[in-house]
């Protein structure tokens, strides 16, 4: 059995594992988790399989990665969340934090539980000194989450495709 990464009250964070493909697959499909995930596009079963071997290949790389979010009273997985290495971010000491949960786990809390638990780890395990978000400006349910714990806003970028990113900061301190 594979050690959790991360434990909150109601969640626990692990390294995905072969078997989690269908129940990752059918979030990736899902057009309502991905609407802000990336360019916004269902990914297939091939193109799913190949991120949970690179978020697996980055967390040994990095110590850092995506894992699998499971819900602690059902042990079902329920999404995916993370810090992962950022370009953007000034290393050693920056990471970007991801997170993606399914629509039935929205509204619980679990984004702010979650956000926490990623931003105490961060602190205290890892030694951070900041902690980048990027968000989709439409999103206002993260843009709520990362707020509430404690993410500044600095800007709005525009990227290559066109696509509009909000860049929000936390530091520690």
Same mark, same amino acid.
């Given at each position: 059995?594979?050690?959790d990464?991360?434990?909150?009250?109601?969640?626990?964070?692990?390294?995905?594992?072969?078997?989690?493909?269908?129940?990752?697959?059918?979030?990736?499909?899902?057009p309502?988790?991905?609407? @802000?995930?990336?360019?916004?596009?269902?990914?297939?079963?091939?193109?799913t399989?190949?991120?949970?071997?690179?978020?697996?290949?980055?967390?040994?790389?990095?110590?850092?990665?995506?894992h699998?979010?499971?819900?602690?009273?059902?042990?079902?997985?329920?999404?995916?969340?993370?810090?992962?290495?950022?370009?953007?971010?000034?290393?050693?000491?920056?990471?970007?934090?991801?997170?993606?949960?399914?629509?039935?786990?929205?509204?619980?809390? @679990? +984004?702010?539980?979650?956000?926490?638990?990623?931003?105490?780890?961060?602190?205290?395990q890892?030694?951070?000194?900041?902690?980048?978000?990027?968000?989709?400006?439409?999103?206002? +349910?993260?843009?709520?989450?990362?707020?509430?714990?404690?993410?500044?806003f600095?800007?709005?970028?525009?990227?290559?495709? +066109?696509?509009?990113?909000? @860049?929000?900061?936390?530091?520690?301190?």
């Open positions: 059995m594979t050690q990464w991360i434990r909150s009250e109601r969640l626990r964070l692990r390294p995905w594992h072969e078997d989690d493909l269908d129940v990752f697959a059918a979030l990736t499909a899902d309502q988790v991905v609407r @802000y995930v990336g360019d916004g596009q269902p990914l297939d079963r091939a193109q399989a190949y991120w949970l071997e690179q978020a697996n290949r980055n967390r040994r790389r990095w110590g850092l990665g995506t699998a979010i499971i819900e602690r009273a059902s042990d079902r997985p329920i999404g995916w969340a993370g810090l992962i290495h950022n370009d953007n971010a000034p290393a050693p000491m920056a990471a970007e934090i991801i997170y993606a949960l399914a629509p039935d786990c929205w509204g619980r809390g @679990y +984004g702010s539980e979650l956000v926490a638990a990623l931003v105490d780890w961060a602190w205290q890892r030694g951070l000194a900041s902690l980048l978000a990027t968000v989709d400006p439409d999103n206002a +349910g993260s843009i709520r989450v990362l707020q509430r714990n404690g993410f500044v600095e800007q709005i970028a525009e990227e290559a495709d +066109g696509a509009k990113t909000a @860049y929000y900061w936390l530091g520690r301190g």
